[in-house]
């Protein structure tokens, strides 16, 4: 059986190894191309594949947890020990990685005290149930049971965060309890105050850094740190950042090859590395994770990253210079590529059916009646859009209205006309009301949840609470009386297309292609506002007219042969065309 510690050096079966891995996150891929990207990891000379373990993505709900098809880690795990690679594995609540909230599951803020990545019990309690189940998948896959994984991350960043002992030590001795026999490491930015931070000193916990530049610099904190702690073990550096994530309205980052190249020439010569990362992929459904730069800054669906490989799995820039780095280091014996892939356009699309959501409302969610309108954890709503409908009497002029505590983005309708859309950061300003009918106006509120913001200080709740959470406002009081239609769209097979279409509000579009054979393609949405879109039913991601992206990604698997639907939820009342191409519409990018 294979043995691994850590001691000066990584010590496989007792001789000194260099950990040359790259990130591929399986949750972020079709199952039906992991072992593609595995090979082409191996085939640029990586002997090591290491992954995050998204939370919310495995317990969506309380207590209800999914570890098949697309969240199936173990499966993934097996595939990398077939092609030989080693494994990382980070299962740590909290992941950050630009997903939504980090990784931790939205029910928590049902909690009106939730402190998250904290000793708050009933925090450390939901993390205990989901290592419960979560342990039982990936125990068998360890090192120490015959399996790939070597190691595994106890927190992820913490030192950006907070610096509680006991909170770490809490993960660490939940991990243990649950089965975590293997080393486990601790990640943290490259200086000294988040190292301080974030490790945990005399508990066998490797220190690792995570950096993409000033590799001599940042290495060399690391190297520092380690020393005056009497801490013996390699040097990693656990997050090589390449290149970087995208948020809408910004333009497409890269980085340059040569550039990159180099800094992990020089990581390479000092130690071990975790190249973040090597295939981005995407980010699918409502999983996106939200930045915070002075206000809300959502990331977009691709996750390309800049990497060595696309989004869709080709071959960038990178993967030649990055090979011939780490050929220096470690000798490459390429293998054949077992699946087959093409891209091909199946050219423009006619809609067959829309209709607006006002007049399919019913079909897709009942309404919750309250007195005061409530949050979406409230609810036992996660993600996507929550419409508020309050019936408010007779005609008159309100020469002000307004919104109190909303995240993220709010659509006011009046008689299902649009009057104002708000974003958090102008949410409480004045909305001027014409309430023209006789004796009955409905205000309507679409709210969508952009994203919960994964990094940083606004993590903590109920800043990350989506909805309504103070009231609307008619003049100077709150009101009161409210309808609720929670919409994560995850069954927009019920939404009925015999209902009547009104143009300039949010509407469902309908459109049909029939395909003899599958192949990888891209749905351009050129002239589009913002929405989602839906393939046979599987919520492929966002669009945003903002750009840098105005396309969607989509792999052959998601497509069947013969009649596949596609069916766009927009909310702007803004159309163009849609077409299958085999290339994707993006903006100009600009470097990094």
């Not at 409230?378 to 002000?400: D, M």
């Amino acid at each position: 059986m294979t043995t691994f510690t850590i001691q000066d050096d990584f010590m496989l079966d007792g001789q000194p190894v260099k950990l040359i891995s790259g990130a591929l996150h399986y949750f972020r891929i079709v199952p039906e191309y992991w072992q593609d990207r595995l090979e082409k990891l191996k085939n640029m000379g990586c002997n090591c594949v290491e992954t995050y373990i998204p939370w919310n993505y495995h317990e969506p709900k309380k207590g209800q947890f999914d570890f098949s098809g697309r969240k199936d880690v173990a499966r993934f795990v097996r595939e990398a020990q077939a092609l030989g690679l080693w494994v990382i594995l980070r299962p740590t609540p909290y992941i950050c990685a630009e997903w939504e909230f980090g990784g931790l599951p939205a029910w928590l803020l049902a909690d009106d005290s939730m402190r998250v990545r904290s000793t708050y019990q009933p925090y450390l309690d939901a993390v205990d149930a989901y290592y419960a189940e979560l342990f039982k998948v990936i125990r068998p896959l360890f090192f120490t049971h015959g399996g790939p994984v070597l190691m595994c991350q106890i927190e992820n960043e913490y030192g950006s965060f907070g610096n509680d002992k006991q909170y770490l030590k809490a993960i660490k001795r939940l991990m243990e309890k649950h089965g975590c026999d293997v080393p486990m490491f601790t990640s943290d930015g490259g200086w000294r105050e988040v190292l301080d931070a974030g490790t945990l000193l005399n508990e066998g916990v490797l220190p690792t850094a995570n950096f993409g530049s000033r590799t001599d610099e940042q290495i060399g904190a690391l190297r520092q740190f380690m020393s005056d702690n009497d801490i013996h073990g390699p040097l990693m550096c656990m997050e090589f950042w390449i290149g970087w994530f995208n948020n809408w309205g910004s333009p497409l980052k890269t980085r340059d090859a040569k550039e990159a190249a180099g800094e992990l020439d020089a990581m390479l010569r000092q130690g071990s590395v975790n190249i973040y990362m090597f295939h981005g992929g995407t980010n699918p459904e409502f999983y996106n994770g939200c930045s915070y730069h002075n206000g809300m800054d959502p990331q977009i669906t691709s996750y390309d990253y800049a990497a060595p490989l696309t989004e869709w799995g080709t071959e960038a820039e990178k993967y030649a210079a990055f090979r011939e780095v780490i050929a220096k280091y470690n000798p490459i014996t390429p293998v054949p590529l077992s699946t087959p892939i093409t891209f091909k356009s199946y050219g423009e699309l006619r809609c067959e059916n829309k209709v607006s959501l006002f007049n399919t409302l019913s079909s897709l969610a009942q309404p919750i009646e309250t007195d005061i309108p409530q949050p979406m954890e409230k609810l036992g709503q996660g993600y996507g859009y929550i419409l508020y409908r309050a019936h408010v009497g007779k005609a008159r002029e309100l020469a002000k209205a307004k919104l109190a505590d909303c995240d993220d983005r709010a659509q006011v309708f009046v008689n299902q006309k649009l009057i104002a859309t708000q974003y958090k950061e102008t949410m409480g300003s004045n909305i001027p009301l014409t309430l023209d009918h006789p004796t009955d106006n409905v205000i309507d509120i679409l709210v969508e949840n952009l994203g919960r913001i994964n990094y940083g200080a606004s993590l903590v709740s109920p800043h990350q609470r989506k909805g309504i959470k103070g009231g609307f406002m008619l003049d100077l009081h709150f009101h009161t009386g409210w309808q609720q239609y929670c919409l994560e769209l995850d069954h927009v097979d019920q939404v009925d297309f015999t209902g009547e279409y009104q143009e300039g509000v949010p509407a469902f579009y309908q459109f049909t292609v029939d395909i003899e054979e599958p192949a990888d393609t891209f749905l351009n949405l050129n002239g589009w506002g913002k929405g989602t879109a839906f393939l046979n039913g599987e919520n492929l991601g966002r669009f945003w007219e903002l750009g840098p992206t105005h396309y969607l990604y989509i792999p052959a698997p998601l497509l069947k042969k013969g009649r596949n639907t596609i069916v766009l939820f927009e909310t702007e009342g803004r159309t163009g065309t849609v077409s299958l191409d085999d290339q994707p519409l993006i903006d100009q990018p600009q470097e990094a």
